[in-house]
Protein backbone atom coordinates (compact mmCIF):
# COMPACT_ATOMS: atom_id res chain seq x y z
CA UNK A 1 0.00 0.00 0.00
CA UNK A 2 2.44 2.61 1.38
CA UNK A 3 4.45 1.62 -2.20
CA UNK A 4 1.51 2.46 -4.29
CA UNK A 5 0.98 6.10 -2.28
CA UNK A 6 4.54 6.73 -2.69
CA UNK A 7 4.04 5.77 -6.23
CA UNK A 8 1.05 8.59 -6.67
CA UNK A 9 3.08 11.31 -4.39
CA UNK A 10 6.15 10.54 -7.17
CA UNK A 11 3.62 11.18 -10.28
CA UNK A 12 2.18 14.23 -8.66
CA UNK A 13 5.44 16.03 -7.86
CA UNK A 14 7.81 15.47 -11.07
CA UNK A 15 9.16 18.63 -12.02
CA UNK A 16 7.64 19.77 -14.95
CA UNK A 17 9.67 22.17 -17.42
CA UNK A 18 8.32 26.03 -17.05
CA UNK A 19 5.19 24.31 -15.21
CA UNK A 20 5.20 28.29 -13.27
CA UNK A 21 5.39 29.80 -16.32
CA UNK A 22 2.81 27.19 -18.18
CA UNK A 23 0.18 27.81 -15.19
CA UNK A 24 0.05 31.34 -15.16
CA UNK A 25 -0.50 31.88 -19.29
CA UNK A 26 -2.87 29.08 -18.81
CA UNK A 27 -4.92 31.63 -16.16
CA UNK A 28 -4.60 34.12 -19.07
CA UNK A 29 -5.84 31.44 -21.78
CA UNK A 30 -8.79 30.20 -19.52
CA UNK A 31 -10.00 33.84 -18.81
CA UNK A 32 -10.34 34.72 -22.20
CA UNK A 33 -11.40 31.38 -23.02
CA UNK A 34 -14.77 31.68 -20.74
CA UNK A 35 -15.51 35.39 -21.56
CA UNK A 36 -15.59 33.85 -25.18
CA UNK A 37 -18.00 31.41 -23.78
CA UNK A 38 -20.12 33.47 -21.80
CA UNK A 39 -20.98 35.80 -24.59
CA UNK A 40 -22.33 33.12 -26.87
CA UNK A 41 -25.07 33.37 -24.57
CA UNK A 42 -27.12 35.69 -22.12
CA UNK A 43 -28.19 33.88 -19.63
CA UNK A 44 -31.13 36.43 -19.01
CA UNK A 45 -32.82 34.93 -22.24
CA UNK A 46 -34.20 32.01 -19.71
CA UNK A 47 -36.67 34.21 -18.08
CA UNK A 48 -40.13 33.47 -19.16
CA UNK A 49 -39.56 30.55 -20.57
CA UNK A 50 -42.37 28.16 -20.58
CA UNK A 51 -42.22 24.91 -18.67
CA UNK A 52 -38.87 23.61 -18.49
CA UNK A 53 -38.72 20.33 -19.88
CA UNK A 54 -36.50 18.99 -16.72
CA UNK A 55 -37.37 18.31 -13.48
CA UNK A 56 -35.53 21.26 -11.43
CA UNK A 57 -32.47 20.11 -9.91
CA UNK A 58 -31.78 20.25 -5.94
CA UNK A 59 -29.09 22.46 -6.77
CA UNK A 60 -31.63 25.28 -8.03
CA UNK A 61 -32.97 25.31 -4.54
CA UNK A 62 -29.37 26.70 -3.68
CA UNK A 63 -30.00 29.49 -5.76
CA UNK A 64 -32.49 32.41 -6.28
CA UNK A 65 -35.22 31.72 -8.40
CA UNK A 66 -34.69 33.44 -11.71
CA UNK A 67 -37.47 35.83 -12.44
CA UNK A 68 -36.23 38.22 -13.56
CA UNK A 69 -33.95 38.50 -16.60
CA UNK A 70 -31.93 42.07 -15.02
CA UNK A 71 -31.33 39.84 -11.89
CA UNK A 72 -29.39 37.16 -14.28
CA UNK A 73 -27.67 39.43 -16.77
CA UNK A 74 -26.33 41.08 -12.83
CA UNK A 75 -25.10 37.77 -12.23
CA UNK A 76 -23.40 37.44 -15.67
CA UNK A 77 -22.07 40.93 -15.56
CA UNK A 78 -20.24 39.65 -11.82
CA UNK A 79 -18.86 36.63 -13.54
CA UNK A 80 -17.68 38.78 -16.34
CA UNK A 81 -15.86 41.13 -14.31
CA UNK A 82 -14.55 38.58 -12.20
CA UNK A 83 -12.94 36.94 -14.99
CA UNK A 84 -11.72 40.32 -15.98
CA UNK A 85 -9.51 40.81 -12.94
CA UNK A 86 -8.49 37.01 -13.53
CA UNK A 87 -7.21 37.77 -16.95
CA UNK A 88 -5.06 40.59 -15.50
CA UNK A 89 -3.97 38.66 -12.31
CA UNK A 90 -5.90 41.00 -9.94
CA UNK A 91 -6.63 39.46 -6.49
CA UNK A 92 -6.55 35.79 -7.86
CA UNK A 93 -7.76 33.84 -5.37
CA UNK A 94 -11.15 35.75 -5.23
CA UNK A 95 -11.41 36.19 -8.95
CA UNK A 96 -11.40 32.45 -8.86
CA UNK A 97 -13.73 32.08 -6.07
CA UNK A 98 -16.21 34.10 -7.88
CA UNK A 99 -15.94 32.72 -11.18
CA UNK A 100 -16.72 29.75 -9.49
CA UNK A 101 -19.76 30.53 -7.47
CA UNK A 102 -21.29 33.01 -10.47
CA UNK A 103 -20.33 30.24 -13.50
CA UNK A 104 -21.87 27.44 -11.82
CA UNK A 105 -24.72 29.51 -10.79
CA UNK A 106 -24.83 30.68 -14.58
CA UNK A 107 -25.05 27.24 -15.62
CA UNK A 108 -26.98 25.57 -13.21
CA UNK A 109 -30.14 28.10 -13.99
CA UNK A 110 -29.63 26.43 -17.93
CA UNK A 111 -30.01 22.78 -16.26
CA UNK A 112 -33.78 22.70 -16.29
CA UNK A 113 -33.44 23.08 -20.23
CA UNK A 114 -30.30 20.69 -20.95
CA UNK A 115 -27.35 19.77 -19.34
CA UNK A 116 -23.83 20.27 -20.96
CA UNK A 117 -21.68 17.88 -19.59
CA UNK A 118 -18.07 19.29 -21.00
CA UNK A 119 -19.16 22.45 -19.76
CA UNK A 120 -18.77 21.30 -16.06
CA UNK A 121 -15.17 21.19 -16.96
CA UNK A 122 -15.44 25.04 -17.56
CA UNK A 123 -17.61 25.98 -15.08
CA UNK A 124 -16.90 23.92 -12.22
CA UNK A 125 -14.01 21.72 -12.05
CA UNK A 126 -11.00 23.50 -13.33
CA UNK A 127 -11.67 26.69 -11.54
CA UNK A 128 -12.45 24.70 -8.16
CA UNK A 129 -9.20 22.90 -8.94
CA UNK A 130 -7.57 26.50 -9.32
CA UNK A 131 -8.47 27.35 -6.04
CA UNK A 132 -7.49 24.51 -4.01
CA UNK A 133 -4.26 24.29 -5.75
CA UNK A 134 -3.74 28.10 -5.61
CA UNK A 135 -0.93 28.69 -8.01
CA UNK A 136 -2.47 30.33 -11.34
CA UNK A 137 -1.96 33.58 -10.13
CA UNK A 138 1.79 33.32 -9.30
CA UNK A 139 3.21 34.38 -12.70
CA UNK A 140 2.01 36.87 -15.39
CA UNK A 141 -0.65 38.45 -12.90
CA UNK A 142 -0.75 42.18 -11.34
CA UNK A 143 -0.33 40.38 -8.26
CA UNK A 144 2.90 38.70 -8.63
CA UNK A 145 4.16 41.87 -9.81
CA UNK A 146 3.18 43.43 -6.38
CA UNK A 147 4.65 40.42 -4.55
CA UNK A 148 8.06 40.89 -6.33
CA UNK A 149 8.07 44.63 -5.54
CA UNK A 150 7.20 44.28 -1.50
CA UNK A 151 9.22 41.45 -1.04
CA UNK A 152 10.43 39.75 -3.57
CA UNK A 153 8.63 36.31 -3.09
CA UNK A 154 7.24 35.88 -6.67
CA UNK A 155 7.80 32.84 -8.82
CA UNK A 156 9.96 32.69 -12.36
CA UNK A 157 8.01 31.83 -15.18
CA UNK A 158 10.80 29.39 -15.82
CA UNK A 159 10.39 27.73 -12.31
CA UNK A 160 9.63 23.57 -12.87
CA UNK A 161 8.58 23.19 -9.20
CA UNK A 162 5.90 20.20 -8.64
CA UNK A 163 3.67 22.85 -7.51
CA UNK A 164 2.81 24.49 -10.44
CA UNK A 165 2.00 21.57 -12.01
CA UNK A 166 -0.39 20.39 -10.00
CA UNK A 167 -3.34 21.94 -11.92
CA UNK A 168 -2.29 20.27 -15.06
CA UNK A 169 -1.72 16.98 -12.97
CA UNK A 170 -5.41 16.82 -11.40
CA UNK A 171 -6.72 17.82 -14.98
CA UNK A 172 -5.05 14.73 -16.42
CA UNK A 173 -6.66 12.75 -13.62
CA UNK A 174 -9.93 14.16 -14.39
CA UNK A 175 -10.04 13.16 -17.74
CA UNK A 176 -8.68 9.95 -16.57
CA UNK A 177 -11.71 9.23 -14.87
CA UNK A 178 -14.45 11.15 -16.63
CA UNK A 179 -13.74 9.27 -20.15
CA UNK A 180 -13.42 6.13 -18.81
CA UNK A 181 -16.90 6.32 -16.54
CA UNK A 182 -18.29 7.90 -19.76
CA UNK A 183 -17.35 4.39 -21.62
CA UNK A 184 -18.18 2.08 -18.92
CA UNK A 185 -22.16 3.85 -18.59
CA UNK A 186 -22.33 3.30 -22.50
CA UNK A 187 -22.12 -0.38 -22.10
CA UNK A 188 -23.92 -0.95 -19.04
CA UNK A 189 -27.46 -0.26 -17.31
CA UNK A 190 -28.86 2.15 -19.75
CA UNK A 191 -26.21 2.26 -22.38
CA UNK A 192 -27.49 1.34 -26.14
CA UNK A 193 -24.17 1.65 -27.59
CA UNK A 194 -23.64 -2.05 -27.46
CA UNK A 195 -27.20 -3.09 -27.87
CA UNK A 196 -28.39 -1.29 -30.86
CA UNK A 197 -25.99 -2.05 -33.70
CA UNK A 198 -26.23 0.95 -36.10
CA UNK A 199 -26.85 3.49 -33.87
CA UNK A 200 -24.11 6.07 -34.61
CA UNK A 201 -24.73 5.71 -38.12
CA UNK A 202 -28.24 6.61 -37.70
CA UNK A 203 -26.80 9.79 -35.74
CA UNK A 204 -24.10 10.44 -38.01
CA UNK A 205 -27.21 10.45 -40.42
CA UNK A 206 -29.27 12.90 -38.33
CA UNK A 207 -26.84 15.39 -38.27
CA UNK A 208 -25.72 15.41 -41.89
CA UNK A 209 -29.22 16.20 -42.39
CA UNK A 210 -29.80 18.89 -39.30
CA UNK A 211 -26.57 20.34 -41.15
CA UNK A 212 -27.88 20.84 -43.72
CA UNK A 213 -30.56 22.58 -42.65
CA UNK A 214 -28.60 24.88 -40.54
CA UNK A 215 -26.53 25.47 -44.04
CA UNK A 216 -23.25 23.89 -42.36
CA UNK A 217 -20.99 21.07 -44.54
CA UNK A 218 -22.74 17.65 -44.37
CA UNK A 219 -21.02 14.46 -43.49
CA UNK A 220 -19.38 13.62 -46.62
CA UNK A 221 -19.71 10.22 -45.37
CA UNK A 222 -23.20 9.92 -45.22
CA UNK A 223 -23.83 8.12 -48.24
CA UNK A 224 -21.64 5.58 -47.33
CA UNK A 225 -23.16 5.24 -43.52
CA UNK A 226 -26.28 5.36 -45.34
CA UNK A 227 -25.61 1.88 -47.12
CA UNK A 228 -23.39 0.00 -44.60
CA UNK A 229 -25.18 0.86 -41.40
CA UNK A 230 -23.62 -2.92 -40.00
CA UNK A 231 -20.40 -0.99 -39.27
CA UNK A 232 -21.53 1.00 -36.44
CA UNK A 233 -21.21 -1.71 -34.13
CA UNK A 234 -16.99 -1.46 -34.50
CA UNK A 235 -17.31 2.01 -34.57
CA UNK A 236 -19.52 2.20 -31.25
CA UNK A 237 -17.16 -0.23 -29.90
CA UNK A 238 -14.26 1.98 -31.24
CA UNK A 239 -15.46 4.89 -29.50
CA UNK A 240 -16.16 2.86 -26.28
CA UNK A 241 -12.49 1.28 -26.22
CA UNK A 242 -11.27 5.19 -27.19
CA UNK A 243 -12.79 6.50 -24.12
CA UNK A 244 -11.71 3.88 -21.68
CA UNK A 245 -7.97 4.36 -22.84
CA UNK A 246 -8.15 8.12 -21.58
CA UNK A 247 -6.34 6.33 -18.66
CA UNK A 248 -3.44 6.40 -20.72
CA UNK A 249 -3.12 9.72 -20.38
CA UNK A 250 -1.86 8.84 -17.16
CA UNK A 251 1.69 7.51 -18.73
CA UNK A 252 4.10 10.24 -19.40
CA UNK A 253 5.71 10.97 -22.65
CA UNK A 254 5.01 10.12 -26.06
CA UNK A 255 1.90 7.97 -25.07
CA UNK A 256 0.21 10.70 -23.58
CA UNK A 257 1.10 13.11 -26.38
CA UNK A 258 0.04 11.00 -28.88
CA UNK A 259 -3.49 10.33 -26.70
CA UNK A 260 -4.02 14.07 -26.70
CA UNK A 261 -3.45 14.43 -30.40
CA UNK A 262 -6.37 11.33 -30.99
CA UNK A 263 -8.52 13.16 -28.73
CA UNK A 264 -8.40 16.17 -30.34
CA UNK A 265 -9.34 14.41 -33.74
CA UNK A 266 -11.68 12.70 -32.01
CA UNK A 267 -13.19 15.58 -30.31
CA UNK A 268 -12.83 17.85 -33.61
CA UNK A 269 -14.68 15.10 -35.46
CA UNK A 270 -17.59 15.12 -33.09
CA UNK A 271 -18.02 18.80 -33.31
CA UNK A 272 -17.98 19.32 -36.85
CA UNK A 273 -19.68 16.28 -37.94
CA UNK A 274 -21.83 14.71 -35.07
CA UNK A 275 -21.98 18.27 -34.45
CA UNK A 276 -21.56 17.41 -30.83
CA UNK A 277 -20.57 20.46 -28.69
CA UNK A 278 -18.30 19.58 -25.95
CA UNK A 279 -16.20 23.04 -25.99
CA UNK A 280 -15.56 22.75 -22.13
CA UNK A 281 -13.45 20.29 -21.87
CA UNK A 282 -10.95 22.54 -23.75
CA UNK A 283 -10.31 23.49 -20.17
CA UNK A 284 -8.98 20.72 -19.15
CA UNK A 285 -6.59 20.02 -22.57
CA UNK A 286 -5.24 23.61 -22.18
CA UNK A 287 -3.88 23.06 -18.92
CA UNK A 288 -1.51 20.53 -20.38
CA UNK A 289 -0.40 23.26 -23.45
CA UNK A 290 3.58 24.47 -22.62
CA UNK A 291 2.08 28.35 -23.25
CA UNK A 292 5.67 29.03 -21.89
CA UNK A 293 7.56 27.99 -24.34
CA UNK A 294 5.69 29.53 -26.70
CA UNK A 295 5.69 33.04 -25.02
CA UNK A 296 9.19 32.25 -24.69
CA UNK A 297 9.29 32.28 -28.77
CA UNK A 298 7.99 35.77 -28.67
CA UNK A 299 9.51 37.59 -25.49
CA UNK A 300 12.82 36.52 -26.81
CA UNK A 301 12.31 38.79 -29.90
CA UNK A 302 11.25 41.69 -27.41
CA UNK A 303 8.84 43.49 -29.53
CA UNK A 304 8.02 47.29 -28.59
CA UNK A 305 10.66 47.90 -26.02
CA UNK A 306 9.81 51.61 -25.74
CA UNK A 307 6.38 50.57 -25.07
CA UNK A 308 7.50 47.86 -23.00
CA UNK A 309 9.64 50.31 -20.72
CA UNK A 310 7.29 52.79 -20.52
CA UNK A 311 4.22 50.60 -19.38
CA UNK A 312 6.77 49.10 -16.86
CA UNK A 313 7.30 52.38 -15.55
CA UNK A 314 4.00 52.81 -14.61
CA UNK A 315 4.37 50.10 -12.22
CA UNK A 316 1.69 47.54 -10.07
CA UNK A 317 -0.74 49.89 -8.05
CA UNK A 318 -1.24 52.24 -11.74
CA UNK A 319 -1.95 48.93 -13.53
CA UNK A 320 -4.20 47.16 -11.39
CA UNK A 321 -6.31 50.25 -10.65
CA UNK A 322 -6.62 50.24 -14.58
CA UNK A 323 -7.46 46.67 -14.53
CA UNK A 324 -10.30 47.51 -11.58
CA UNK A 325 -11.72 49.94 -13.77
CA UNK A 326 -11.35 48.26 -17.00
CA UNK A 327 -13.14 44.58 -14.82
CA UNK A 328 -16.17 47.62 -14.23
CA UNK A 329 -16.31 49.16 -17.48
CA UNK A 330 -16.69 46.02 -19.21
CA UNK A 331 -18.92 44.06 -16.97
CA UNK A 332 -21.49 47.46 -17.14
CA UNK A 333 -21.46 47.18 -21.26
CA UNK A 334 -21.63 43.62 -21.96
CA UNK A 335 -25.10 43.63 -22.41
CA UNK A 336 -24.76 46.73 -24.27
CA UNK A 337 -21.80 45.14 -27.16
CA UNK A 338 -18.99 44.33 -24.95
CA UNK A 339 -20.31 40.83 -25.03
CA UNK A 340 -19.87 40.77 -29.04
CA UNK A 341 -16.12 41.73 -29.05
CA UNK A 342 -15.22 38.56 -27.64
CA UNK A 343 -17.32 36.54 -30.43
CA UNK A 344 -16.08 38.97 -33.16
CA UNK A 345 -19.77 40.07 -33.61
CA UNK A 346 -20.61 36.34 -34.48
CA UNK A 347 -17.70 35.22 -36.07
CA UNK A 348 -16.08 32.81 -33.30
CA UNK A 349 -18.99 30.37 -33.01
CA UNK A 350 -19.24 27.08 -30.84
CA UNK A 351 -17.77 25.73 -33.85
CA UNK A 352 -14.73 28.23 -34.39
CA UNK A 353 -12.27 26.37 -32.21
CA UNK A 354 -12.54 22.95 -33.85
CA UNK A 355 -11.70 24.24 -37.08
CA UNK A 356 -8.55 25.63 -35.73
CA UNK A 357 -7.95 22.32 -33.55
CA UNK A 358 -8.97 19.77 -36.13
CA UNK A 359 -5.97 20.94 -38.72
CA UNK A 360 -3.09 21.54 -36.15
CA UNK A 361 -3.98 18.11 -34.38
CA UNK A 362 -4.12 15.84 -37.28
CA UNK A 363 -0.58 17.86 -38.81
CA UNK A 364 0.74 17.17 -35.39
CA UNK A 365 0.00 13.65 -35.14
CA UNK A 366 1.19 13.34 -38.81
CA UNK A 367 4.39 14.96 -38.13
CA UNK A 368 4.87 12.67 -34.64
CA UNK A 369 4.63 9.77 -36.84
CA UNK A 370 6.86 11.03 -39.56
CA UNK A 371 9.65 12.01 -37.00
CA UNK A 372 9.35 8.56 -35.76
CA UNK A 373 9.58 6.91 -38.92
CA UNK A 374 12.70 8.61 -39.57
CA UNK A 375 14.79 8.45 -36.24
CA UNK A 376 13.74 4.99 -36.53
CA UNK A 377 15.15 4.35 -40.16
CA UNK A 378 17.94 6.28 -39.01
CA UNK A 379 19.03 4.09 -36.54
CA UNK A 380 18.59 0.77 -38.32
CA UNK A 381 20.64 2.42 -41.15
CA UNK A 382 23.82 3.23 -38.38
CA UNK A 383 23.15 -0.12 -36.73
CA UNK A 384 23.39 -2.12 -40.12
CA UNK A 385 27.06 0.81 -40.97
CA UNK A 386 28.27 -0.24 -37.84
CA UNK B 1 7.27 33.71 2.39
CA UNK B 2 10.49 31.71 3.18
CA UNK B 3 11.22 28.25 1.36
CA UNK B 4 10.20 25.95 4.53
CA UNK B 5 6.86 27.77 4.64
CA UNK B 6 6.68 27.51 0.64
CA UNK B 7 7.48 23.85 0.73
CA UNK B 8 4.98 23.21 3.40
CA UNK B 9 2.01 24.57 2.00
CA UNK B 10 2.53 23.36 -1.30
CA UNK B 11 2.42 19.54 0.43
CA UNK B 12 -0.95 20.72 2.27
CA UNK B 13 -2.17 22.07 -1.37
CA UNK B 14 -0.85 18.84 -2.79
CA UNK B 15 -2.97 16.44 -0.18
CA UNK B 16 -5.98 19.12 -0.74
CA UNK B 17 -6.09 18.19 -4.64
CA UNK B 18 -5.75 14.46 -4.19
CA UNK B 19 -8.48 14.13 -2.14
CA UNK B 20 -10.80 16.24 -3.92
CA UNK B 21 -10.02 13.99 -6.86
CA UNK B 22 -10.37 11.07 -4.75
CA UNK B 23 -13.63 12.26 -3.62
CA UNK B 24 -15.12 13.36 -7.07
CA UNK B 25 -13.86 10.16 -8.36
CA UNK B 26 -15.69 8.23 -5.47
CA UNK B 27 -18.93 10.42 -5.79
CA UNK B 28 -19.14 9.97 -9.42
CA UNK B 29 -18.36 5.92 -9.40
CA UNK B 30 -21.59 6.27 -6.50
CA UNK B 31 -23.85 8.01 -8.89
CA UNK B 32 -23.63 6.15 -12.33
CA UNK B 33 -25.41 7.98 -14.81
CA UNK B 34 -27.42 10.25 -12.65
CA UNK B 35 -27.34 14.20 -13.03
CA UNK B 36 -29.47 14.63 -10.12
CA UNK B 37 -26.51 15.90 -8.40
CA UNK B 38 -25.82 18.31 -11.30
CA UNK B 39 -23.14 19.90 -11.18
CA UNK B 40 -21.49 16.68 -10.12
CA UNK B 41 -22.26 14.37 -12.51
CA UNK B 42 -19.90 11.50 -14.39
CA UNK B 43 -20.22 12.45 -17.95
CA UNK B 44 -23.02 9.77 -18.56
CA UNK B 45 -22.11 11.42 -22.31
CA UNK B 46 -24.89 9.86 -25.02
CA UNK B 47 -25.21 6.56 -22.63
CA UNK B 48 -28.61 5.93 -23.41
CA UNK B 49 -29.01 7.55 -26.84
CA UNK B 50 -31.41 6.37 -29.52
CA UNK B 51 -31.35 7.41 -33.03
CA UNK B 52 -33.22 6.32 -35.91
CA UNK B 53 -32.69 6.60 -39.35
CA UNK B 54 -33.59 9.96 -40.76
CA UNK B 55 -37.28 9.44 -42.83
CA UNK B 56 -37.74 10.73 -46.47
CA UNK B 57 -38.47 14.09 -45.45
CA UNK B 58 -37.62 15.91 -42.54
CA UNK B 59 -39.80 19.18 -41.26
CA UNK B 60 -38.41 22.44 -39.53
CA UNK B 61 -40.62 25.00 -37.91
CA UNK B 62 -38.92 28.69 -39.44
CA UNK B 63 -39.91 32.10 -37.31
CA UNK B 64 -41.40 34.61 -39.46
CA UNK B 65 -40.76 38.20 -38.49
CA UNK B 66 -42.83 41.35 -39.48
CA UNK B 67 -40.69 43.94 -38.34
CA UNK B 68 -42.18 47.47 -37.12
CA UNK B 69 -40.35 49.36 -40.22
CA UNK B 70 -42.42 47.12 -42.66
CA UNK B 71 -39.63 45.08 -43.58
CA UNK B 72 -40.05 40.63 -42.93
CA UNK B 73 -37.03 38.34 -41.69
CA UNK B 74 -37.00 34.65 -41.59
CA UNK B 75 -35.26 33.11 -38.33
CA UNK B 76 -34.57 29.14 -37.67
CA UNK B 77 -34.54 28.07 -34.28
CA UNK B 78 -30.73 27.64 -34.28
CA UNK B 79 -30.51 31.75 -35.11
CA UNK B 80 -32.37 32.24 -31.57
CA UNK B 81 -30.00 31.10 -28.86
CA UNK B 82 -26.52 29.37 -29.38
CA UNK B 83 -26.77 26.18 -30.76
CA UNK B 84 -25.55 24.33 -27.60
CA UNK B 85 -28.62 26.25 -25.64
CA UNK B 86 -31.51 24.74 -28.87
CA UNK B 87 -33.58 23.54 -26.46
CA UNK B 88 -34.12 26.52 -24.75
CA UNK B 89 -35.70 28.05 -28.44
CA UNK B 90 -37.36 24.64 -28.76
CA UNK B 91 -39.59 24.59 -25.56
CA UNK B 92 -41.09 28.43 -26.86
CA UNK B 93 -41.19 27.10 -30.57
CA UNK B 94 -43.22 24.19 -28.92
CA UNK B 95 -45.28 26.44 -26.23
CA UNK B 96 -46.31 28.76 -28.82
CA UNK B 97 -47.93 26.47 -31.16
CA UNK B 98 -49.82 24.56 -28.52
CA UNK B 99 -53.21 24.27 -29.59
CA UNK B 100 -54.28 22.81 -26.24
CA UNK B 101 -53.02 25.14 -23.67
CA UNK B 102 -54.23 29.02 -23.90
CA UNK B 103 -52.14 30.04 -21.11
CA UNK B 104 -48.38 27.82 -21.93
CA UNK B 105 -49.26 28.96 -25.58
CA UNK B 106 -49.36 32.64 -24.21
CA UNK B 107 -46.24 31.80 -22.07
CA UNK B 108 -44.39 30.59 -25.40
CA UNK B 109 -44.70 33.65 -27.69
CA UNK B 110 -44.19 36.04 -25.08
CA UNK B 111 -40.92 34.11 -24.89
CA UNK B 112 -40.43 33.55 -28.50
CA UNK B 113 -40.84 37.37 -29.02
CA UNK B 114 -38.26 38.02 -26.11
CA UNK B 115 -35.96 35.68 -28.15
CA UNK B 116 -36.32 36.99 -31.49
CA UNK B 117 -35.74 40.58 -29.88
CA UNK B 118 -32.67 39.70 -28.72
CA UNK B 119 -31.46 37.50 -31.56
CA UNK B 120 -32.63 40.66 -33.89
CA UNK B 121 -31.29 42.98 -31.59
CA UNK B 122 -34.19 45.32 -31.74
CA UNK B 123 -37.87 45.56 -30.20
CA UNK B 124 -39.33 46.92 -32.80
CA UNK B 125 -41.00 43.91 -33.81
CA UNK B 126 -44.58 43.91 -35.25
CA UNK B 127 -45.47 39.99 -35.62
CA UNK B 128 -44.20 36.52 -35.54
CA UNK B 129 -45.27 33.83 -37.57
CA UNK B 130 -44.61 30.13 -37.50
CA UNK B 131 -44.33 27.99 -40.47
CA UNK B 132 -43.31 24.33 -40.81
CA UNK B 133 -41.59 24.34 -43.67
CA UNK B 134 -40.88 20.27 -45.21
CA UNK B 135 -37.97 18.92 -47.43
CA UNK B 136 -37.22 15.62 -48.73
CA UNK B 137 -34.09 13.71 -48.00
CA UNK B 138 -31.77 11.84 -49.93
CA UNK B 139 -29.69 10.05 -47.64
CA UNK B 140 -27.80 8.87 -51.11
CA UNK B 141 -26.48 12.48 -51.85
CA UNK B 142 -24.07 14.78 -50.02
CA UNK B 143 -25.63 17.59 -48.80
CA UNK B 144 -29.09 15.32 -48.05
CA UNK B 145 -31.25 18.24 -48.19
CA UNK B 146 -31.55 21.03 -50.92
CA UNK B 147 -32.52 23.63 -48.73
CA UNK B 148 -33.64 25.87 -51.87
CA UNK B 149 -36.21 23.33 -52.65
CA UNK B 150 -38.69 22.42 -49.77
CA UNK B 151 -41.71 20.13 -50.75
CA UNK B 152 -44.39 22.80 -48.71
CA UNK B 153 -44.33 25.50 -46.31
CA UNK B 154 -47.07 25.80 -44.05
CA UNK B 155 -48.29 28.20 -41.63
CA UNK B 156 -48.58 27.03 -38.12
CA UNK B 157 -49.31 29.99 -36.23
CA UNK B 158 -48.86 33.88 -35.77
CA UNK B 159 -49.41 36.80 -33.11
CA UNK B 160 -48.98 40.25 -32.47
CA UNK B 161 -46.53 40.88 -30.40
CA UNK B 162 -47.07 43.91 -27.69
CA UNK B 163 -45.40 46.90 -27.60
Not at chain 1, 56 to 70: D, E, I
Not at chain 1, 206 to 223: H, I, K, Q, T, Y
Not at chain 2, 22 to 34: A, D, F, I, K, N
Not at chain 2, 112 to 126: C, E, H
Amino acid sequence: MNRVLTHIDGWFTRPSANAAGQVGLYRIVFGLGYLWHVSLFDVGAIVGAPNPPREALPFLQLVPSATSSGALQGLEMVLVGALVLLVAGLWVPMSTAVVLVAGIAREGYFSQFDIENGNLMLVFLIPLLALVSSVWGETYSLDAWRYRRRDGTASESTNDAWSFALLARASIVLLAVLFPIAGILKMTGNGTWLRDGSLLPALMLERSVDASLMGWFANPLGPWFATHASWGIWLQAGVIVFELSFVLLLMGGTVRRVMLGFAMVFHALSALVLLVSFNGVLAAYGTLVDWESGWQQIRVRRPLPALRQRAGALGPFVWSVGAGVLAVAIAFSWHQGAADVFNVWGLLTWRTPWLVVAPVAIVGLLWRQWRASSLHAQRTKQRRGG
Amino acid sequence: MNRTARRAGDVVRLRAVQLLLLLLTGVWLWLGGSERYWPIVGWPMYDALTAARPDESVARVYVRVWMGDGSRRTLRQADLVEYSRAPLAGASVNAAMDQHNPRRRAAGQAHLASLVMRALGTAAIDSIALSQTVWAVRLGQVPPVDLARPLSSVPIAAFAVPR
